[in-house]
């Protein structure tokens, strides 16, 4: 497929933080005073504005096959209407033409009823294109169902329009009639311990709190009982106690037009998944996509996320230009990741100068080739130009061209760390 367009293509992060964004409620009202959580006080200050973090999302724009441009939304989760009236206007941003959904959690897509701003009225457009899973869309269902069907709406019936769009693992689809090719791939993103099929009807007219042998009601006794609630659609469910072998959870992630590999919430990358990540971009020069965005939790390692060890890792395979880390919680602060990306890109660092929590997460780190990678921040615009270098907002280009010399300064300094340092003490 031929380049979209010669217009440069941005790719702004609407937010950059976990499920609960940053910073957390129990830090900043916290009594304690012996270990205050720097990254959550930081954001009550000016300079720690880059540690405040909504739900993971970004928004792209890039060109059409005709010229038009075309604005396409990546995740719209608890956070996306505050996310959108902040930096919308700020980047000229105001129709949406297609959202990605990577996954049916609610830091995803707990947003969807926010569309309506776009869509109620006409005000800002007649509908929204939304592309998901199966799986998504049967969460969506469960959770949003006057979204899917407006038979299930109430009050004053105002819910948005959205047209919904079932995409298929590895299956390339193209956003409305723009020639933008997007192909969606399924990685792990931790596990589920229950599905549907673990989830069964049963007929109870009411579900009331047992008595004890006085005929009072027994709190302890009620919290056994079978608990059964209404669903929209008239019928009552429980799950079964009996536990299935935990499955994968899948996320998506997506390759956009060559241009961009996104893969947000992320535990494991399958190995079927490589070769399509890996396959080079058509009628290019160069066989490395310029952009990735690669989810990154913590330092320590997490069921459901990467640590930085298994971010880094993986961003060294693909291989990209730039990659962009996302999805942080609140275990170290943006500027100690700055310090932690800046070493694996080649700079020095005397230990003496690092941080705890900086020489920790250095020591998880295995030694490779320099690559550039930095954190990203709610609000950093990325621009991908039409001869497929990449800038920002803000980072320098610092870390291209590095000699062999800065390589071998780097792997000494991660082997001195791991000497010097345990990684969790």
């Known amino acids: 497929m031929p380049p979209i367009s010669p217009a440069p293509v941005e790719f702004i992060f609407l937010g950059?933080?976990?499920?609960?964004?940053?910073?957390?409620?129990?830090?900043?009202?916290?009594?304690?005073?012996?270990e205050p959580c720097r990254t959550c006080l930081s954001t009550l200050k000016r300079d720690g504005r880059r540690n405040i973090r909504r739900n993971t999302s970004g928004v792209l724009k890039m060109s059409a096959q005709d010229g038009r441009e075309v604005t396409i939304v990546i995740d719209v989760g608890k956070t996306f209407q505050a996310a959108s009236l902040e930096w919308f206007p700020k980047f000229g941003l105001r129709r949406i033409d297609a959202v990605l959904l990577t996954h049916g959690h609610a830091?995803?897509?707990?947003?969807?009823?926010?569309?309506?701003?776009?869509?109620?009225?006409?005000?800002?457009?007649?509908?929204?294109?939304?592309?998901?899973?199966?799986?998504?869309?049967?969460?969506?269902?469960?959770?949003?169902?006057?979204?899917?069907?407006?038979?299930?709406?109430?009050?004053?019936?105002?819910?948005?329009?959205?047209?919904?769009?079932?995409?298929?693992?590895?299956?390339?689809?193209?956003?409305?009639?723009?020639?933008?090719?997007?192909i969606p791939f399924?990685?792990?993103?931790?596990?589920?311990?229950?599905?549907?099929?673990?989830?069964?009807?049963?007929?109870?007219?009411?579900?009331?709190?047992?008595?004890?042998?006085?005929?009072?009601?027994?709190?302890?006794?009620?919290?056994?009982?079978?608990?059964?609630?209404?669903?929209?659609?008239?019928?009552?469910?429980?799950?079964?106690?009996?536990?299935?072998?935990?499955?994968?959870?899948?996320?998506?992630?997506?390759k956009i037009a060559d241009h961009l590999i996104y893969i947000s919430d992320v535990s494991h990358v399958p190995?079927?998944?490589?070769?399509?990540?890996?396959?080079?971009p058509k009628n290019s020069s160069t066989p490395i996509v310029p952009v990735c965005v690669l989810d990154?939790?913590?330092?320590?390692?997490?069921?459901?996320?990467?640590?930085?060890?298994?971010?880094?890792?993986?961003?060294?395979?693909?291989?990209?230009?730039?990659?962009?880390?996302?999805?942080?919680?609140?275990?170290?602060?943006?500027?100690?990741?700055?310090?932690v990306t800046s070493v694996v890109g080649g700079a020095v660092q005397r230990p003496s100068s690092l941080s705890k929590k900086e020489a920790r997460a250095l020591a998880t780190i295995e030694p490779g080739n320099p690559i550039w990678v930095r954190p990203a921040h709610d609000g950093l615009k990325v621009v991908i130009n039409p001869d497929r270098t990449v800038n920002d907002e803000t980072y320098s280009d610092g870390a291209r061209g590095l000699k062999s010399l800065i390589a071998c300064a780097y792997s000494r300094l991660c082997i001195y760390i791991k000497r010097k340092y345990s990684v969790f003490h």
């Open 16 to 34: 950059t933080g976990t499920s609960g964004s940053l910073p957390y409620i129990d830090c900043i009202t916290s009594p304690r005073k012996d």
């Open 107 to 182: 830091d995803a897509m707990n947003g969807l009823d926010d569309l309506r701003a776009w869509t109620l009225y006409g005000l800002i457009q007649a509908h929204v294109d939304i592309y998901l899973s199966q799986e998504t869309f049967e969460a969506v269902q469960r959770c949003f169902p006057y979204l899917v069907s407006h038979q299930f709406a109430s009050g004053g019936g105002d819910v948005p329009a959205l047209n919904w769009h079932i995409i298929n693992d590895k299956v390339p689809f193209e956003i409305s009639d723009t020639g933008i090719q997007v």
């Open 186 to 254: 399924a990685v792990h993103h931790g596990f589920k311990h229950a599905s549907a099929a673990f989830v069964t009807q049963v007929q109870l007219s009411t579900v009331s709190t047992p008595s004890d042998a006085h005929g009072e009601n027994n709190p302890d006794s009620a919290s056994s009982a079978l608990s059964a609630q209404l669903s929209p659609y008239g019928s009552k469910y429980s799950l079964e106690k009996s536990e299935p072998d935990p499955q994968p959870f899948h996320s998506f992630g997506f």
């Open 271 to 280: 190995d079927e998944v490589w070769p399509l990540i890996m396959q080079p």
């Open 296 to 339: 990154c939790l913590q330092i320590k390692p997490h069921n459901s996320h990467m640590s930085i060890a298994q971010s880094l890792a993986t961003a060294r395979r693909i291989g990209a230009q730039r990659t962009y880390l996302t999805g942080f919680c609140h275990e170290a602060t943006h500027e100690e990741f700055v310090t």
